[in-house]
């Protein structure tokens, strides 16, 4: 790093100078505030360590010149015992840090590194501010481009997809970029949702029905099928699906043509089948819940989404990106988060993947009361987020075991959403399925 040190006393300068070297930073030094803003006006710096009280122009006022000047570039203030009011004014004109004289180099070291973190995640950030509005995966990281130099491979082809992850990692907008990617742009990409769909009404949503077919039918309508021809049809959730429906579906796929419920035609179908699941249907398939010739027709090519907490490293950039999209949404101008925001946001493990941290800026936004997003406005939810391998007869705090645990999230989530089983499931992190047996499994009523 390029470091500027600013500082009246030759030897703090030249101990500093001496200290950061060995750390393999780049140090030129002033004597006081006005040789600095010299320098600063024709070279570019990755820090400053300024002290606070100079002759001529001291720390304050240099900090002040910076932020004049717009030179983004932080800042941290040397303050000597007794100068600490003056060290805090400091933070809030915009310095990042303070250390009091006389002060542990190791400390000063530790700040800076800090100081630099906080840049590069700031620069992320900003870089995620200025993606494009459908760039949803955003980012570097090693999974990251292995997930996009997978989707472009798989655009190129018509071969049916299966995506798995977790939840709220964004399989559906995974499936749209891969449509969006081929040759098939311009088609119809059509997306349902298995478990938010009665059984009842899957059939006919899927393959439609002639008029005359049942009760009701006073009317032909077309199924989804039909309705994707020529582009993409997505089915969420697909371990969801019946395995009767599992069976004419397979048909489909196999014949590459289907028929209305009632029908006596058979309609072509040259539309690409991608399906979703945040389960394990190689389970289901030994458990015999999940067809193995269907899943292997689904499963040509496998799409698999990692989870945010192993993709740590794009966060300040999916957060840059979200929080623009909000920005718009909402009509708001949120430009970052505080340093303990950012703090906070990294630390967390994020269970409910890329849909909870959407969900938690935007919160965060609506209560927001500048521009800068603060650490208590950030509401982490501390509560069983998602299916797990766990003993729920196992007891925890209070005694209480862990089902009565899940129960309580259960209904807990029902109450904030006012008894919406499908809300509830979202903030939860599971399928709408799962929450209504659960209801069953524990007699809730909600």
Avoid at 242 to 271: A, N
Avoid at 350 to 364: D, K, M, S, V, Y
Wanted: hydrophobic share 40%; aromatic share 6%.
């Amino acid at each position: 790093m390029q470091i500027l040190v600013v500082d009246d006393e030759k030897n703090i300068r030249e101990s500093l100078k001496v200290i950061l070297e060995m750390e393999d930073h780049k140090i030129s030094c002033a004597e006081n505030g006005l040789s600095a803003q010299r320098m600063l006006e024709t070279d570019d710096f990755d820090i400053g360590i300024f002290d606070l009280k100079m002759p001529g122009m001291d720390g304050l006022e240099l900090l002040a010149w910076l932020k004049q000047e717009q030179i983004d570039m932080p800042v941290i203030m040397i303050s000597a015992f007794g100068q600490v009011d003056d060290a805090v004014q400091a933070l809030k004109t915009g310095a990042v840090d303070y250390v009091t004289k006389p002060f542990d180099p190791e400390i000063l070291i530790d700040k800076i590194n800090l100081a630099d973190s906080r840049m590069q995640t700031r620069n992320q950030f900003d870089e995620g501010l200025k993606s494009p509005v459908d760039q949803y995966f955003i980012g570097s990281c090693t999974e990251t481009e292995k997930l996009y130099n997978r989707m472009e491979r798989i655009a190129r082809t018509r071969s049916n997809v299966l995506i798995t992850g977790e939840s709220g990692v964004g399989k559906e907008v995974s499936a749209r970029m891969i449509h969006s990617s081929s040759a098939e742009a311009e088609q119809p990409f059509v997306a349902l949702n298995i478990g938010g769909m009665p059984e009842a009404l899957l059939e006919s949503e899927l393959f439609g029905y002639e008029k005359g077919s049942f009760t009701g039918a006073d009317k032909m309508k077309r199924g989804l099928l039909e309705t994707a021809a020529g582009g993409t049809l997505f089915l969420d959730e697909i371990g969801e699906m019946p395995l009767h429906l599992q069976v004419k579906l397979l048909r489909v796929l196999q014949d590459r043509s289907f028929r209305r419920l009632g029908g006596l035609t058979d309609l072509k179908i040259d539309s690409r089948l991608i399906s979703a699941t945040n389960r394990n249907l190689e389970e289901m398939v030994e458990k015999g819940k999940f067809r193995e010739d269907f899943y292997y027709r689904l499963n040509v090519a496998r799409l698999e989404i990692p989870p945010l907490r192993k993709q740590k490293e794009d966060l300040p950039r999916l957060t840059g990106f979200l929080l623009e999209k909000l920005n718009r949404k909402m009509d708001m101008n949120i430009k970052t988060l505080s340093g303990k925001a950012w703090d906070k946001l990294t630390s967390y493990s994020f269970p409910g993947n890329i849909r909870e941290l959407e969900n938690l800026l935007e919160r965060a936004m609506i209560f927001s009361e500048g521009e800068i997003l603060e650490a208590d406005e950030l509401e982490l939810r501390n509560s069983l987020s998602h299916e797990k391998k766990i003993d729920l007869q196992s007891t925890s705090e209070g005694g209480r075991t862990l089902k009565e645990l899940e129960k309580n999230s259960i209904v807990a989530a029902l109450h904030r959403w006012e008894g919406n089983r499908s809300r509830a499931a979202e903030e939860l992190g599971v399928s709408r399925r799962t929450i209504i047996n659960k209801i069953n499994e524990y007699g809730i009523d909600d």
